[in-house]
């Protein structure tokens, strides 16, 4: 059974980045689409981007010019980095995985997140 | 973005009744939306994709139905497992969006 992991600091200062990673256990990364899904406190969920196991990657116009999430297959792990970060981007990252339909390599994705990990607190604050 | 609205912000029943909750697109979907759970402290949980299909697990008594822009969750009769927060996600146009959310508490 797939389970993800998230890690990083939980407490980031204003204008710096904010770094997570994701372990994938149990599956391989390789096949799939991998997801950053927030929610800030009290609120909704927002996709923050995806990225195949390839490398490709689909970023949130609302973010992409602050967002890298890179993929190590070596490690099983997926990362994303936020860059100048503010008190709005306190929230709870998830890593997640998309839902694929078939057999490899003939997945069929459905870009619904089936697996997720537990989610991590990030705080930005001096 | 495509905006997702979901009413009843706040649904209050009883174990046992029927519960019926909506999602509003701003524009078309077609089917393609999914609903979820989220208990607190938790990821939420897929439970219905493209519209009408029940996630791997996914008890019977959750159902989905609708296509373009209106779409409804019914769960046929609450357990007292089902009270959480519900969510609607949209994967007809990137980004992919959410819903505000229903909270459906016991009454």
């Known amino acids: 059974q797939v389970q993800l992991q998230e890690s990083g600091p939980g407490l980031v200062k204003p204008s710096e980045t904010l770094s997570l990673t994701c372990t994938v256990s149990?599956?391989?990364?390789?096949?799939?689409?991998w997801s950053w899904i927030r929610q800030p406190p009290g609120k909704g969920l927002e996709w923050i981007g995806y990225?195949?196991?390839?490398?490709?990657?689909n970023y949130n116009p609302s973010l992409k010019s602050r967002v890298t999430i890179s993929v190590d297959t070596s490690k099983n792990q997926f990362s994303l980095k936020l860059s100048s970060v503010t008190a709005a981007d306190t929230a709870v990252y998830y890593c997640?995985?998309?839902?694929?339909?078939?057999?490899?390599?003939?997945?069929?994705?459905?870009?619904?997140?089936?697996?997720w990990g537990k989610g991590t607190t990030v705080t930005v604050s001096s | 973005d495509i905006v997702l609205a979901q009413s009843p912000a706040t649904l209050s029943l009883s174990p046992g009744e029927r519960a019926t909750l909506s999602c509003r697109a701003g524009?078309?979907?077609?089917?393609?939306l999914a609903w979820y759970q989220q208990k607190p402290g938790q990821a939420p949980r897929l439970l219905i994709y493209?519209?009408?299909n029940r996630a791997t697990g996914i008890p019977a008594r959750f159902s989905g139905s609708g296509s373009g822009t209106d779409f409804t969750l019914t769960i046929s009769s609450l357990e007292p497992e089902d009270f959480a927060v519900y969510y609607c996600?949209?994967?007809?146009?990137?980004?992919?969006?959410f819903g505000q959310g229903t909270k459906l508490e016991i009454k």
């Open positions: 997640a995985r998309v839902l694929a339909a078939g057999t490899s390599p003939y997945y069929y994705y459905y870009y619904y997140m089936d697996v």
């Open positions: 149990g599956g391989s990364i390789s096949g799939y689409y």
């Open positions: 990225i195949y196991y390839s490398g490709s990657t």
């Open positions: 524009q078309s979907v077609s089917s393609y």
């Open positions: 493209d519209a009408f």
């Open positions: 996600q949209q994967r007809s146009n990137w980004p992919y969006t």
